[in-house]
C-alpha cells in the first residue's frame, strides 16, 4: 500500500516559478545526520567517514595510485606518466590521507616503502604501510579478481567473461599495470573482508564504482607551497580530557567554504588540493557560478540552497546499502537525498525555460547546468518511489528503527496485529491461570501474578519475590516459588521468573513474536537492498552533479 501523505517523484507538480519551490513542503533533514562526521567548519572526521587505503605500483617510469574509500565504496585509479612521479605520489598521499598503504612484498614494493619513509609526506594522521603477497599484483590474478568483485549493478550473477568486458567502460583493461594495481587492491581488501557482509560466506567484495584518470590533470602543488599560500590551515584544540581534536583554522578553504552539502565540502578541499590545469574546465567552473550572479537567477541560489540542504552524505548511505549494513538514518538520507535531488533538476530546468521564453541566445547554460538539466532522473524516482512505498519513515522516526508499511507483507501485517494483541491475550490467560489450584493454594495474591512476555526469551510467568534469606554464606539471596507446576528461570526487579506447562504453549503457538516481526522486516529490506543495488552508478553520478553545484 502506498503511504500518499507526500507524492512520488513522479507525482511531483510542475513548478511555476521558484516561488513555489520556496514555500514547498520538503522533508526536514534527520537530525543525527546532520553534523555526523564533520567537525566544526564542515571539516571531516575520519572515523566516521571510515578508512581509506591507498596501494601503489611503479613500474617502466610510471606510478599508478589506487585508492578505496570505504564511506563511498569507490575505487580511484591515477596513472601519473611524467618524470616527477615520487612528487605526484607524495601530493597525492598528503591529499588522501590514507589510513592504510599496501604494497607487494618485492624489490619494487622496498622502493615504494623507502620513498614513503624518507620523504617528509605531512597527513592529518599517520598511516600503516601492509605488505601485501606479490601475487596479488600479478596480471592474472588481479585480472581473475576483477572478474569476480561486483561493481556497481554487475552483480554476481553476470558472467565472468562478460564482468570483463563490462569493465571497459570504467578502467582501461588493456594497461596490465593499471590491471596489476587495482586487483591487487581488491585482492588484498577481498581477503580482508573489508566492504563484504558479514554474512556472505563467499567474502563477494564490492565496488560501487571505479574511477580512472591521470594525474597530469592536476596542477603539482608540494605540501611546503600549500603551507606558504595557506591553502588549508590545521589548528589544535585541546580539551579538559587531555585529548585534543584538529580542526581546520584560518585559511583560503574555511574562506571559500559555503558549501550546503558534506560532499560538496569534500569535492572543495580536492579542488584546493589538486587544482585543475585545464583552462576549459576552469572556464566552465566559472560559467556557472557567473551563471548564478547574474540577476536574472539570483531567486534560484536560495531555491537550490534549500533543496541542497536536504542532501546529505549519500555516498555513504548508498555504500551501507550495497554492503547490507544501512541503518535507518542512513534510508532517511537516500529517501531525502532523492527527493532533493529531483527538486535541484526541477530548479535548473525552471531557469532553461526562462532563457528559452527569453531567446537569449548571448547567455548560454553552462556546462554542469546543461548535464543536470538533460540527466535523467528515472533511477532517482525508482528509488525514492520504492523506499516510499516500503517504509513508514514517520512511525520509524518515533522507533528508532525501520518500520515497513502496513499492506507490503500480509504475514507481517498479521504477526503485528498478533504483537498488538498481546497485552490483552496475556491478561486473559493470567486471569484463567489464576483460577488453577495450585495458585489458590499458594500464597500469591492473584493480584500479584502475571504472565509475560521477553523479546528473545519467550513467555514467563511472573510472581513477586516475598522474601529473602542467607544462603551458603550470601545475604539477601530471594525465596523462590518451588511446586511441581513452576520451573524457575530468574530473578529480576524484585520479581521472580519461572515457566510453566501454559506458558510453553505460547512459546509454541505465538512463537518469539518480536524477532519474528523482525526476521520479516529484515527480509523485505533486504530486497529492497538488491533492487536499490543497481542504480549505485546512476546515483553516484547524481551526487557528483550536486557536490559540484
Known amino acids: 500500500m502506498q503511504d500518499t501523505s507526500r507524492p512520488g517523484l513522479e507525482q511531483l507538480p510542475v513548478l511555476a516559478s521558484l516561488a513555489d519551490f520556496q514555500h514547498a513542503s520538503l522533508p526536514e533533514p534527520y537530525p543525527s545526520e546532520q553534523t555526523e562526521g564533520l567537525g566544526e567548519n564542515g571539516e571531516e572526521d575520519a572515523e566516521a567517514l571510515g578508512k581509506t587505503f591507498m596501494t601503489v605500483r611503479q613500474n617502466r617510469g610510471r606510478t599508478i595510485s589506487v585508492i578505496y574509500s570505504v564511506r563511498t565504496g569507490e575505487l580511484t585509479a591515477i596513472v601519473a606518466e611524467s618524470s616527477r612521479d615520487n612528487e605526484r605520489l607524495k601530493q597525492l598521499v598528503e591529499m588522501t590521507a590514507p589510513d592504510e598503504i599496501i604494497v607487494p612484498s618485492s624489490a619494487a614494493g622496498d622502493d615504494v616503502v623507502h620513498f614513503l619513509s624518507t620523504a617528509g609526506i605531512l597527513v592529518p594522521h599517520p598511516f600503516t604501510i601492509q605488505f601485501s603477497k606479490a601475487r596479488f599484483f600479478t596480471f592474472e590474478h588481479a585480472k581473475s579478481a576483477l572478474s569476480t568483485v561486483e561493481i556497481g ?6 558472467l565472468p567473461e562478460e564482468r570483463w568486458w563490462r569493465l571497459r567502460s570504467c578502467v582501461d583493461v588493456d594497461d596490465a599495470d593499471l590491471v596489476a594495481a587495482v586487483g591487487g587492491l581488491v585482492s588484498f581488501l577481498a581477503e580482508r573482508r573489508v566492504g563484504t557482509e558479514l554474512d556472505d560466506d563467499n567474502g563477494t567484495f564490492r565496488v560501487s564504482r571505479i574511477i580512472q584518470r591521470p594525474a597530469e590533470d592536476t596542477m603539482l602543488i608540494d605540501s611546503q607551497s600549500q603551507r606558504a599560500l595557506q591553502i588549508f590551515s590545521v589548528d589544535f584544540h585541546p580539551s579538559s580530557h587531555g585529548v585534543g581534536r584538529n580542526k581546520e583554522g584560518f585559511s583560503l578553504y574555511s574562506l571559500l567554504n559555503r558549501a550546503t552539502t558534506r560532499i560538496g565540502s569534500l569535492l572543495l578541499r580536492r579542488w584546493l588540493q589538486a587544482p585543475l590545469v585545464d583552462t576549459s574546465a576552469v572556464e566552465n567552473r566559472q560559467a556557472t557560478v557567473s551563471f548564478f550572479l547574474h540577476d536574472r537567477h539570483a531567486e534560484a541560489v536560495p531555491a537550490l540552497r534549500r533543496a541542497l540542504h536536504n542532501i546529505n552524505d549519500v555516498p555513504r548511505a548508498i555504500q551501507r546499502v550495497s554492503t547490507a549494513s544501512a541503518l535507518l538514518p542512513d534510508w532517511i538520507v537516500l529517501h531525502q537525498g532523492c527527493l532533493a535531488m529531483e527538486q535541484c533538476k526541477d530548479i535548473i530546468a525552471h531557469e532553461v525555460s526562462r532563457i528559452d521564453t527569453m531567446r537569449d541566445t548571448a547567455h548560454s547554460l553552462p556546462v554542469l547546468l546543461e548535464q543536470i538539466h538533460t540527466k535523467s532522473t528515472e533511477s532517482l524516482a525508482i528509488i525514492y518511489g520504492l523506499l516510499q512505498e516500503t517504509v513508514d519513515f514517520t512511525e520509524s522516526q518515533q522507533r ?49 501474578f502475571s504472565i509475560v512476555y521477553y523479546p528473545q526469551i519467550g513467555f514467563l510467568v511472573s510472581l513477586p519475590i516475598q522474601s529473602y534469606e542467607e544462603r551458603n554464606g550470601e545475604q539477601n539471596v530471594p525465596v523462590v516459588v518451588e511446586c511441581d507446576e513452576l520451573s524457575f528461570r530468574f530473578c529480576a526487579e524484585g520479581r521472580a521468573f519461572y515457566k510453566n506447562a501454559r506458558v510453553e504453549e505460547l512459546d509454541a503457538d505465538i512463537g518469539d513474536i518480536c524477532s519474528i516481526i523482525s526476521d520479516l522486516e529484515g527480509a523485505i529490506m533486504r530486497d529492497v537492498e538488491g533492487r536499490i543495488v543497481r542504480y549505485v552508478p546512476d546515483v553516484l553520478t547524481w551526487c557528483d552533479a550536486v557536490a559540484e553545484l
Not at 153 to 158: G, L, N, R, T
Not at 418 to 428: N, P, S, W
Open 400 to 448: 528508532g528503527a525501520v518500520t515497513i508499511q502496513t499492506g507490503i507483507s500480509s504475514e507481517l501485517d498479521d504477526a503485528r496485529a498478533v504483537f498488538a494483541g498481546l497485552e490483552a491475550h496475556l491478561a486473559t490467560v493470567a486471569d484463567e491461570e489464576r483460577e488453577k489450584d495450585w495458585v489458590k493454594a499458594s500464597d500469591v495474591s492473584p493480584d500479584d
Open 153 to 158: 549493478d554487475i552483480s554476481s550473477d553476470v
